[in-house]
């Protein structure tokens, strides 16, 4: 009877963590949908400028309406899962991506594509912190690691898919295919979701936080408007500064409300925690520094050293591979060693990486360029996974919803900066050649710039020299 009751549970246990891993997949796959649609039109944006029959340049604002959107909605993602339960609110942000994706691909003009990318948005803004929470909620702690890295994975590789995705699709089909593919996937993911996801318990109301969400939103649209300014090649930097410096003043105010409002937007209360505080101190530095790379390094390869697109993104996929092949031993790691000597050294690593890119030369040949760019892409898939996990290994799960709504609006500002880290660095870059008069070193600007990027990331591992030997050790264990 014994042998019957023990085959009973751990079977009961097999199937729960085969649902957890499952729904771990669907969420990544939400995931990467909503990362890619980010990046993956800038390379269509001429052929879509020609179908509207308006120029290239003003076709940016509907680039940059979907990243501002995000941006603007995420801060309110827990309160809305928490109103209107998250296997409900991460179903129609599913829903509501996928239908503005299609109408995307069969909009007229571009009015109505701007109004479809901000439509699209707001799915995505629900979408990615709602999908984290759900699976937080229903992965136990010692296989965190495992789920988490499911999860970080398309943060990594859209951004790297994205722009050769992109133009595949329009020079071997059309533009609109980029949307349209979003309608299968999407369907299929609802599917998926409302059979693995479970209905959650009933959460106690709260009031709407009416002006964090007006700071914080106001806070985030500036603040991304500057970093896709500055991103442009025409980029007006006067006006990217104002926006930033006004992104910094707002950001300000609305950490002074969230510390003294009752029932605040996001809880800063979980900041407490040291791992959580960690993962967005120093966390949110590593993390610009990688959202600096996509941008720079398709730069230094085409205009620096004089590769075209097909070459350049031939090289990026190294970075790719990388972060694929760490995948395996992400895992194993952690458990060997332990969270901060992982982040410590893997930080190391990833930084030595970063100023490599630095030496870099049109002459330098290929195989020596991918080796460098595939270490990259090793290091920053373990460091995002084990930073990712340690945020909640201490989190109690009645704070869960809270504080996954304060890392995800972190994650996404610290990705837009990054871009802003990236541009700013090659304009500073600029000035030093000039006042510097340094000449006969190619491609100088993206080069130097890798050193501050570099710099930035090698501040964001000193935060981990603040935790504990043992932190997040817990969660370490096999499970």
Known sequence: MNDINQNQVAAVEADSRRRAMWLALLVAGAFFMENLDGTVITTAVPDIARSFGVAPLDLNIGVSAYLLTLGVFIPISGWIAERFGARRVFSA?????????????????????????????????????????????????????????????????????????????????????????NLPLGLLALCMAWRLIPVGPPVARRPFDWAGFLLSGSALFCLTWAAEQMSRPDAAWLEAGGFFVAGVVLLVFDIRHLRRAAKPLLDLTALAIPTFAVTIFGGSLFRMAVGAVPFLLPLMFQIGFGLDAFHSGLLIIAVFAGNLAMKPATTPILRRFGFKPVLVVNGIINVASLLACAF?????????????????????????TAINTLAFADMPQNRMAMANTLFSTAFQVALGLGIALGAGGVRI?????????????????????FVLVALVALFGLLDSLRLEKQAGSHIARPG
């Not at 360029?369 to 892409?377: E, H, N, R, T």
């Open 93 to 181: 942000a599913l829903a509501i991506f996928t239908a503005s994706s299609m109408l995307c691909g069969m909009a007229h003009g571009l009015g109505e594509f701007v109004f479809l990318r901000v439509l699209q948005g707001i799915g995505g803004a629900m979408m990615v912190p709602v999908g984290r929470l759900l699976v937080l909620s229903n992965t136990p702690k010692e296989r965190l690691i495992t789920v988490i890295a499911t999860l970080t994975w398309p943060a990594l590789v859209a951004p790297v898919l994205g722009p050769p995705i992109g133009g595949f699709i329009t020079s071997y089909a059309s533009w609109h295919w980029i949307f349209y593919l």
């Open 360 to 384: 870099l030369t049109p002459a330098t040949p290929v195989p020596v360029i991918a080796a460098v760019l595939f270490v990259g892409g090793l290091t920053r898939s373990m460091q995002f």
């Open 429 to 449: 870059a600029h000035w030093l050649v000039v006042g510097l008069h340094i000449s006969g070193m190619p491609a100088a600007d993206y080069r130097l710039a």
